[in-house]
């Protein structure tokens, strides 16, 4: 993989090179001290392995990832806590809590009075899996998933818990786990990004996402996650502007791209290169684009399967279709974001308009995938950035509560692409608020996806500003109890 | 100066006595504790010597060159080997106090002693061979001395970093596994002592024994070190090794100590485990007692060669993969341990037989293919017999039929076909049964029927086959069409307002009606975008076959005529939702769903009455009032309206009324529009009156406390 230093170093040509040498013999010490990785003998670490070349046999070769922004309730739809019913309106023991930090929202309130779900729950498939009953449709791929009860993550408010899970490091700056993936692995398909984004919201007041958590941070721009509108224009500023025709684009990206290496060679910034290579994905997205957004040869059972939302565009429904036909032409890590299930009111409703939005498509994208043949090379990944917490935020109202931010447990489910289907990983407590057995912490979730596509997440590093960066920083162990 | 050489010469020689007499009586030396402290810096002293005699050297070549032959250079060299001198005795007699701490032993640590002996004894030598005319033999000691050196040098690193040290990496690379399989793995050979070697081996080899404890193999083991048994069989418990292993991480006893590279949880796991099998020597993973835990982190610890591994492909060129790619071919070696290569053609548009007859020069390492969507034929399947060695082949959705598939029997790895949705029927499935490898074929979208699919099953136990859809029947799919998402640029306008439609993929249609009635099939079908010019409610629907009619969507559309010249709010509205007072009412600007935005006047448990005024009197016929209705928040339609008109304020006419109607049911927050028409008359004053229903209708079940109001956001006479 690329050293720029190395690069820029090395990118010497006649001229430069007598002209320095002039300078005497001092410069070219210097050059040297500059070069250190010139007489380094091959090493084994990482940067030696050719482009997309992995450490060990991957199992996935592609990511949909349903990312759930706002954080959905586990205590409604995944962890199943009868004891909360039974100790409704009591207080949340101190010993339980134990010293954990709070939201702004809460951070006043003085008494944390337990709340139950308003859902009921029920056992699926032959795993016996419990899930609350707004999730009638995953309740029936349950023997397809894996779900892990035992999340947790290190941040408590939203943006810096979405950077968390995305880069690793909740302070911006970091590359997307997309872009990582894009960095190590390329793309199947030159023709689309190897990161492709897509949005949707549900009702009601909704938290920004910033467009960073699908950002390169330092890699190089080409791995950057690219979103895809649901308007007239997919990809903004992707068509030619009016009066100009395929051909003349063309010429002037020829001119353009000649320029660019002249400049190249001159300076070695690898930007330059990243330059080049994305106008000429951006003139074959020209066609490449409208052609996947283009639903037209989707038969009508498609659109069954992922429910009526999916034939409006921009939905989460038709983003997950969306999502498959990226993911067939090739697409390495395609990450949907539906945003606003943060209910820290009126829960109940909320939690009921969003698993309507979501609950129907996320099942179809799995049992299409695995009709298609596609689910054991594709993992599947749903779940907020934390969970929310068992008591009740405000005044206690059995009928209609809210729920804060909860970073010590929640639940996220995976399938396909390597993990073992039909399994629940991880416990937390009666009362849903501490993991007992078999925490996975974000980096630990982090080094096992990445070790699905055959990375180990100490090795795959990008040095940067002299550090040496990775997806999980420094810790993060792979859960080898969810591998098939 | 000569007198300072003298000095150190007289030195060198009292430290060369020294220990020639420490190394005759080697046995009987006891070591003060003082003297290990400086034991301790043969490490550190032990590269002076080393320098100085390539310096010293390089100089007596230097000044055998006319520029250099100068008197301070011949100087220099007699220092640079006094110095040499000097520091090699030290260094041999440090080195002696060091080996005497008793923590080294073996065959390195003896030749290396006795190396070191010599370099130290030669050093002397060089000194007085350099004051004597015989050059010959002073530069014969000079090589002699810095093989030795050399030499020593080497052995003493074997001695601190173990046998091998200095070519361990490029042997690293060599070792491969040679077990394969769990269950023929001897545990102790294969599993526990390359643990030991990786994590214990540093200080606990023949050579440096540290407690008397070696762990290079079996039978030292078994003897332990000098603080008990390292293992006992049987009982890991009272095993020291495991028991040390386990000592917490500040604890002084626990192994490996805190700044070594330490066993991870499985590895500490696989030792106690083999104690407790009772630490047997020559024992098979097959035949011990299997515990789950156990069995997993073996497993994943051996790579049973199976299939192709068998068949040791080589691996292709890097430069020839990275060549084979375009912008609309990948090919991508799949791992770094091994030679396989995955294709990928998926979705391509203008795929030709060409794509895959490019790549015979990989033919024998790819071993997976996908050509999904992308309108391959029956003969290109021809070409796949250059992929000999192909597991996984992705042909979904392309026009194959069962000619197709006959050209894919010669491929006998095949481990994963996809013929999603192609043209293959159930007589393909009887040349597909008959090929042992193949493990999941994939069938949807097929016309192959269940009952084919069945017989396959049963003919072929071990085979996954896939053609399952979700019932579409199932009573909570969701059939009924989202409700339309339209775009109004502006819903109080002037001249007119636009409106366009956010269209659904598929078939979906749009009815709409802008009278207030019901939309049906009936009436106008949406095609394009259109304009609005009269106030009024737009109603919207989609429908398709084969689905459940959307939800109505409506939208007011509220056309802003003459502006009265003066508004006068005779009941105040609540304070907190009082917006900009009496301008709220004609400020031409459309309120949200939120009655807190600021846009509306909200009226808590009483009418709202409002006076316009205009300064000359006009011809008007109708009122058109703009509210929000949210009933979760107990915010209601009006009961009634009531519009009063004349040319006196305080007496004026009645000139129309209109009842609205209460829902019964919830339903969501919404904004409706009342148009009130009366006979045309000119007016100066008009008055009207909007009625709160004062009671919630019980039917909502709201809070106690929540109380009936109505939310006007603008009025418009026309």
Redesign the interface.
Known sequence: MSNEFLRYALNMNRRTFLSSASVGIGSLALGSLLVPDLFRGKNDDEESLPFGVTHFAPRAKRVIYLFQSGAPSQLELFDYKPLLLKMQGQELPDSVRNGQRLTGMTSNQKSFPLIPSFSGFSQHGQSGAWLGELLPFTSKIVDDICIVRSMHTEAINHDPAVSFFQTGNQQPGRPSMGSWLSYGLGSENKNLPAFCVLLSRGKGDIQPLASRNWGNGFLDSIHQGVHLQSGHDPVLYLKNPPGTDKESRRKMLEHIASLNRLQEEEFGDPEITARIAQYEMAYRMQTSVPEVMDFSDEPESSFKLYGADSLQPGTFAANCLLARRLSERGVRFIQLYHMGWDAHADLPERTRHFTKNVDQASAALVQDLKNRGMLDETLVIWGGEFGRTNYCQGDFKAANYGRDHHPRCFSIWMAGGGVKPGIVYGETDELGYNIIKDPVHVHDFQATVLSLFGYDHEKLIYKHQGRRYRLTDVSGHVVKGILA | MFRLRQITLNFVYFLNVLLIFLLIFEDGVQLPVFLQVTGRMHPLLLHFPLVLIFVGISLEYLITKKNFRHPAIAKIISYVFYSFALTASLSALFGFFLYKEGSYLGEEINLHKWMGTAVSLLAVLILWLRERPVVFFYYGTLAVSTICLVLAGHLGSEVTHGKGFLTEPIEK?QKIIEIENADSAIVFRDVIQPILNEKCLNCHNANRAKSDLILTDYQSIMKGGKNGDAIVAGKAKESLLYKYILLPMNDSLHMPPKEKLQLDKEEIKLIGWWINTGAVAHQKYVNLPKVDSIQ?IMV?KFHPKTGLDLLEITFAD?QE??DL????R?V???????P?I?V?L??K?DFSVKDLTELKDVGNQVVSI?I??SKVKDDDLKSLRQFPHVQKL?L?NNAIGDEGVKHLKDLHFLD?L?L??TKISAKSLDEISGWQNLK?L?L??TTVSQESVKALKKSRPGLDV?????D?TDT???????IP?VKIDSSFFHERASVEV?L???K?KYYYTLDGSEPTPSVNQYVEPFHVDQSGELKIIAT?D??ID?EVATFPLLRVGLKPDRVILETKPHPKFSARLDSTLVDGKPGSLDRGDKEYLGFFNRDCQVLFELEKPKKLSQLTLSFLEDLGLGVLSPEHLEVWGGEDKNNLAQLGRFVCDQPSNKRPAAKGIIKINFPPQYVRFVRLRAKNPGQLPASLKLKKDTKASIFIDEVSLE
């Open positions: 690379q997993t994943s890097q993969i990275k790619n375009t912008p609309y990948t991508q070696q799949i791992s770094a341990t091994k396989y995955a990928f998926g979705s548009k996908d999904g969507n992705h979904q994963v996809n999603s949705g999941k994939y949807y979208n896939y053609n399952t859809q979700f579409l909570v799919y969701n059939a009924q069409l989202t998402v956010k659904s993929r598929g979906v398709m084969g689905w959307s």
